[in-house]
């Protein structure tokens, strides 16, 4: 039951996060000339995560009404520390955003994958492996938004 409850409050979480997120992909001005705006991943993006959520909510919802109410209540301190992945995720996220106005795409992307990797992964790897393929993945985006897709990145020091 309480996991349900938690589905719950982070689907909802989620949900209010999409909008939030929709309403700020509205304030990207057009400038694709005919071609696939700044715009378009992000709602793709957005509409991923809110269905996902959506989905989340339903599943939540249906197991607490199959499940009988548990005695046990969870502290506010045992819900931070089991959402403590998530929330600094969102964290993470918040200062990559940030981060893409100063410094660019591509070293703030960088830094979001190393940061993001150290993280999630269970088994930790040597930096040089983790740098390389942070790099690879981030250029390979950049090739593939700015160059076959012509989407502006924001751009920094290198890019």
Known sequence: ?????RDL???I????????????????PDRSYGKTGADFFPKIVIGIVAFLS???????????TKEKESKTTA????LLQ????????FLIFGIYILLLEY??????????????????AAKRQKIWVVLLGAVALTYLLYL???KALSVFLPAGLLF
Do not use: D, H, W
């Open 103 to 120: 410094i660019g795409y591509f070293i703030s992307s960088v830094l979001f994958m190393i940061a993001l990797y150290y993280l999630l």
């Open 75 to 78: 502290s506010p301190k045992s």
């Open 13 to 28: 979480i989620l949900l209010a996060f999409c909008s939030l997120a929709y309403y700020g992909v509205l304030l990207i």
């Open 82 to 89: 089991e959402n403590k992945k998530v929330i600094f995720t």
């Open 144 to 146: 593939i938004f700015q």
């Open 54 to 64: 959506i989905c989340l909510l339903i599943q939540s919802i249906i197991r607490m």
């Open 9 to 11: 409050v982070n689907s």
């Open 1 to 5: 039951m309480i996991k349900a409850k």
